[in-house]
């Protein structure tokens, strides 16, 4: 049409140093849920220990200090209980309530089991969620958070899923990019085909990034 103005449409830019910035942010995000999660969580390993010393405490009289039978207990205890949540994957007590037979007379029987559990299960499962954390970013410590910026910008402004190789420098091999990748993949930045071949930025990696 004479006169018309064409307009030229451009891919979304995102700077590596933006991609970078976001990067940094997310690691300090996961450090600090790393360390609330071991300095509140060890505070409450000793909630489990402290009602067992309470039974025990009152049982037999009640007979010395509370929390000397707290301190006696807490090394059987805590062990026991750390286990328990490591054997459950943290859902021992979503499968003992499962468990329980549905009349009410056996819930409230069981009423007092359950409280229990689910107070003396709080620390264990939190120390164990700041441990798994800790884990996967000493798993990822090693992947260049520069190439790693420099790959969610080429993701960014590629239109839907793009082949793995077309991401290589030049005399860079797929060994040394791997890392990366999987570093992206496990914070949940970009997804993956199931054949590995090919890789996307994820709808949230694209919100986080926009923020």
Not at 97 to 121: E, H, M, Y
Not at 172 to 181: F, H, K, T
Request: aromatic letters at 12%; hydrophobic letters at 45%.
């Amino acid at each position: 049409m004479p006169g018309a103005t064409v307009r030229k449409i451009t891919a979304p830019q995102l700077a590596p140093a933006t991609a970078k910035e976001c990067l940094g942010r997310s690691d300090r995000i996961a450090w600090t849920q790393i360390i609330a999660g071991f300095v509140f969580g060890v505070p409450l390993l000793f909630l489990g220990p402290m009602f067992v010393a309470l039974l025990l405490w009152l049982r037999h009289g009640p007979k010395g200090s509370y929390w000397a039978w707290v301190f006696d207990c807490a090394p059987l205890v805590i062990p026991a209980l750390l286990l328990l949540e490591i054997a459950s994957s943290g859902k021992y007590l979503e499968d003992l309530a499962g468990r329980l037979d549905d009349s009410p007379f056996v819930r409230r029987r069981s009423g007092g089991v359950i409280i229990f559990f689910f107070f003396s299960l709080l620390g264990p499962g939190i120390v164990m969620a700041a441990f798994r954390r800790w884990q996967r970013l000493k798993k990822h410590v090693g992947a260049s958070r520069d190439r790693a910026a420099q790959t969610l910008s080429d993701l960014y402004k590629a239109d839907g899923g793009v082949d793995i190789f077309t991401l290589l420098r030049p005399q860079e091999d797929l060994g040394e990019l791997m890392p990366v990748l999987e570093y992206l993949v496990d914070y949940d930045w970009i997804g993956a085909s199931k054949m590995g071949d090919r890789i996307w930025l994820l709808s949230e990696g694209r919100k986080r990034l926009d923020r």
